[in-house]
């Protein structure tokens, strides 16, 4: 079963509002991160957040992090076409070290 | 600095052919990754090299071998292709091990295996 599981699976809003993605995971982690996938692309980072970080800021990006209820949330603010894509959550988990990637959540951005 | 490079783009195999996918990186990683997308799923580790001269099993090793040519280097050969490695291929690389360092992707190479 999946270690990190994106909600919602889709989300379409226009340009303008707030998108908030969530990641529950099952097991501790040492940090967890946000990737972003435009189509037919790779992967490009995001945020990475500590286990021991509560929230972190990148230009419109919020991500946060509650280790008691294994749960992340991405927020990006004033959402823009150009942030149509498929986010993904990866984690590390404690003792191990590799990440483990969800299977994400694909946004539409409409103009 | 052209980051992770991977060859080919796509390419279609028949049942039981054999290729290598080549991936290069230029960041003096290293760590580098080899991962599967199948559709409407996230990545899956296939193997792993935490550093030169190290490498290993991941998530879905079966049916994969890896070598790690050299720091820049890393490559993923199917030695038999089956219908069920049809999948998006992505290499990565990352400055250290241990999962505490972002991961730098490359384009991805599209296979399908007929």
């Known amino acids: 079963s999946q270690q990190g599981e994106e909600d919602p699976q889709a989300l379409s809003i226009q340009e303008g509002e707030n998108a908030t993605m969530n990641c529950s995971y099952k097991?501790?982690?040492?940090?967890l991160q946000w990737y972003r996938q435009n189509s037919g692309r790779g992967l490009v980072h995001l945020i990475l957040?500590?286990?021991?970080?509560r929230e972190k800021h990148s230009g419109r990006l919020r991500v946060t992090l509650d280790t008691s209820k294994k749960s992340s949330s991405l927020l990006i603010t004033a959402s823009r076409a150009a942030d149509t894509a498929s986010y993904f959550c990866?984690?590390?988990?404690?003792?191990?070290?590799?990440?483990?990637f969800g299977k994400g959540t694909m946004l539409l951005v409409s103009p | 600095n052209a980051g992770v490079t991977q060859t080919p783009k796509f390419q279609v195999l028949k049942t039981g052919q054999s290729m290598t996918l080549q991936c290069a990186q230029d960041?003096?990683?290293?760590?580098m990754y080899w991962y599967r997308q199948d559709p409407g799923m996230g990545l899956r580790l296939i193997y792993y090299?935490?550093?030169?001269?190290?490498?290993d099993k991941g998530e879905v090793p079966n049916g994969y071998n890896v070598s790690r040519l050299n720091k820049r280097e890393f490559s993923l050969r199917l030695e038999s292709a089956a219908p069920s490695q049809t999948s998006v291929y992505f290499c990565?690389?990352?400055?250290?091990?241990?999962?505490?360092?972002?991961?730098?992707f490359g384009p991805g190479t599209r296979l399908t295996v007929l």
């Open positions: 090299s935490a550093s030169e001269g190290t490498t």
């Open positions: 960041m003096n990683h290293n760590s």
């Open positions: 957040i500590r286990s021991n970080e």
């Open positions: 097991t501790s982690i040492n940090n």
């Open positions: 990866a984690t590390v988990v404690s003792g191990y070290s590799t990440l483990t």
């Open positions: 990565a690389s990352s400055p250290t091990s241990g999962g505490r360092d972002t991961q730098y």
